[in-house]
């Protein structure tokens, strides 16, 4: 009989784990969970802004993109 060796789980590209928290953030904020959600640490913050912000705006949840220490941080609400 054949060893199984399992096949590790793909980790997401830096991309797909911004946009899915920014995803969260808007979902917070739709629901009520949240009035604001600031987004620090992504990988690569300026390359999904812009589809940050088109989410956004088609959720009617206000978004920004806010500048500190040389780092970009993206604000996601309130509700407009």
């Known amino acids: 009989m054949a060893n199984v060796l399992p096949f590790p789980h793909r980790q997401p590209a830096p991309l797909e784990r911004d946009l899915a928290e920014v995803a969260a953030a808007i979902t917070l904020v739709v629901r009520g969970a949240a009035r604001q959600v600031r987004l620090v640490n992504l990988r690569r913050p300026m390359a999904v802004a812009?589809?940050?912000?088109?989410?956004?705006?088609?959720?009617g949840i206000e978004f920004r993109v806010e500048r500190s220490t040389?780092?970009?941080?993206?604000v996601v609400g309130p509700r407009r």
């Open 50 to 59: 812009g589809d940050a912000a088109a989410q956004a705006g088609q959720a």
């Open 70 to 74: 040389g780092r970009a941080e993206l």
